[in-house]
C-alpha cells in the first residue's frame, strides 16, 4: 500500500452525507469513503448515515463484522487521519467510558444502532 493521504477530523465532518456531501466514516484511525456503498450496505444506509462525518470504529466492532465485511471495506479506503488527531481520538476514547444506556443515547434520542441491538435495550 502507498502513501495514504491524510486527513483532519474537521475534514471527516464535512463528509457528513448531508446537503450532497460525501459519506466518510473513521475506522481504527484510517478513513473511508462509502457514499457509493450506502444503497448496498446490507444494515442499511441509515447504519452509515449515523456515523457520517465520525469515528464509527466503536458501532464497527459493536455489530460484529464478518472478516468478508472487513475485506469488503478495504475497497473505500482512503486517507488516515492525521497524528494530532490519532493521539486526540484515542485520548476521548479511553476517558469516556460509558455505560451502554449513555452509549445508546444522544440527545435524548436512542441513536439508531442502539434500537438494533438487544443488548442496549
Known amino acids: ?7 483532519s477530523l474537521k475534514e471527516v465532518a464535512r463528509q457528513n452525507g448531508r446537503d ?9 484511525d484510517f478513513v473511508y469513503d462509502v457514499t457509493t456503498y450506502m444503497k448496498h450496505h446490507p444494515g442499511g444506509s441509515d447504519l452509515l448515515e449515523e456515523y457520517a462525518g465520525q469515528d ?13 465485511a472487513k ?3 478495504k475497497e473505500f479506503l482512503i486517507g488516515e487521519l492525521i497524528e494530532e488527531d490519532k493521539i486526540d481520538n484515542r485520548k476521548k476514547k ?11 443515547t444522544k ?4 441513536r439508531f444502532l442502539s434500537r438494533l441491538c438487544g443488548n442496549c435495550a
Open 20 to 28: 450532497g456531501a460525501k459519506c466518510w466514516l473513521v475506522i481504527q
Open 56 to 68: 464509527a470504529t466503536r458501532g464497527f466492532k459493536d455489530f460484529g463484522h464478518s472478516s468478508d
Open 1 to 7: 500500500m502507498g502513501e495514504l493521504t491524510r486527513y
Open 107 to 110: 440527545n435524548g434520542k436512542r
Open 94 to 104: 479511553r476517558g469516556n467510558v460509558q455505560t451502554n444506556e449513555a452509549v445508546a
Open 71 to 73: 475485506k469488503k471495506l
